[in-house]
Each structure stands twice: as structure tokens, then as C-alpha cells.
């Protein structure tokens, strides 16, 4: 018997939980969006999250090389 706790699924290897605080109507236009590309909201936030660290880190390399 489970646990109240416990999971009936495992979290992805190197994954690891967080939590974030949000406004409500950001929340909800985050899953309008999550939904409309046929992601879950983890997955939807993640893509975004890692995009923009891409692009961040491209810019910064982009800005030493011009020094």
C-alpha cells in the first residue's frame, strides 16, 4: 500500500522539483500556453527557461568577442 506521499510515478533522472510563486493570470496564460503546444506546464517551462539562458549565454559570448 502507498504511502499518502508517494507517487505513482517517478520523477525523471537529474530532475529536480521547485517552486515558484506566480500571478494568476501569468499562471493560467502559461498553461493556455503549455496546452496549445502540447506540453505540460513542467516541460512547457523548461523549454522557455532554457531558451532564454541559450540566447542570454550567446549574447554574453557574443559581447566578449567584441572586446
Known sequence: M????ERSHA???GKTQTSISLRKEILEAAKTAAAKDNRSLSNWLEML???????????KS??????
Open 11 to 13: 520523477r525523471s533522472e
Open 49 to 59: 527557461l532554457k531558451d532564454k539562458l541559450q540566447s542570454s549565454e550567446a549574447s
Open 62 to 67: 557574443g559581447s566578449n568577442e567584441e572586446k
Open 2 to 5: 502507498k504511502k499518502a506521499n
